[in-house]
């Protein structure tokens, strides 16, 4: 157990609607990061958020975006879903922004129909 | 930009033999980490063992070590003793030692080799 936890554990959404995935990290972390992993690939990275605000995104569309609260807890959130942003999100916190490891969520699978 | 590369899809070893992952890299960065996860059918992602890039000595944690080669950037995982939990999703990892930056706490992976135990 990593104490990051995810919800919900899995869902599906029709192409074109909006979804919130949410994170709540380890007490004190106050670095977020959120990866898409499709089927039989690795994470992919999306974007990371330090203190509130975002500091580092990978190569995803704006329809991907994000939100960190002070009370340790973050959302991603898709807009107009396509059929290829069926995946595993994964959240992974980290107390700070240079600290070495990161601690990973289980993840939410969201399948796009 | 830096890349990780797993060639191996997919592993197999016996109960209590030892089994080698490979993994190579590429980066221009002279500061970096690597990292060896394992992903079990739950999902959630575990931090098996880490290397420095600065450090010459290899990481080694219990049954698993790691064989990083700088000059070569290669970084193979050994698992000994292998045992039937072992069996899971590994992926190789890249992040660069400048966390100052908006990229520093990115992670690269691999594209991940299925390991399997059979008893």
């Known amino acids: 157990e990593t104490g990051v936890t995810q919800s919900p554990t899995h869902l599906i959404k029709t192409r074109g609607q909006q979804v919130t995935l949410r994170c709540s990290s380890q007490s004190g972390h106050n670095t977020v990061s959120w990866y898409q992993q499709a089927l039989g690939q690795g994470p992919q990275f999306i974007f990371q958020y330090y203190r509130e605000e975002e500091n580092g995104r990978g190569n995803f569309p704006p329809r991907f975006s994000g939100l960190q609260f002070p009370n340790y807890s973050s959302e991603l959130n898709v807009n107009a879903l396509e059929l290829d942003d069926s995946a595993l999100y994964l959240c992974?916190?980290?107390?700070?922004?240079?600290?070495?490891?990161?601690?990973f969520g289980p993840g939410t699978r969201l399948t796009v129909t | 930009a830096q890349t990780v590369t797993q060639s191996q899809p997919e592993m197999s070893v016996q109960e209590a033999e030892t089994v080698t992952l490979s993994c190579t890299y590429d980066?221009?960065?002279?500061?970096?980490?690597l990292f060896w996860y394992k992903q079990p059918p739950s999902r959630q992602m575990i931090l098996v063992i880490r290397q420095e890039a600065y450090k010459q000595q290899n990481a080694t944690e219990n049954r698993f070590s790691v064989n990083f080669q700088k000059a070569a950037k290669s970084f193979s995982l050994k698992i000994s003793d292998s045992q039937l939990g072992d069996a899971a999703m590994y992926f190789c990892?890249?992040?660069?030692?400048?966390?100052?930056?908006?990229?520093?706490?990115?992670?690269?992976f691999g594209q991940g080799t299925e390991l399997s135990v059979k008893p």
């Open positions: 980066t221009s960065e002279s500061d970096y980490y």
């Open positions: 990892a890249y992040r660069s030692g400048a966390w100052g930056t908006n990229q520093g706490g990115k992670l690269i």
């Open positions: 992974a916190s980290s107390l700070e922004l240079g600290s070495k490891e990161q601690y």
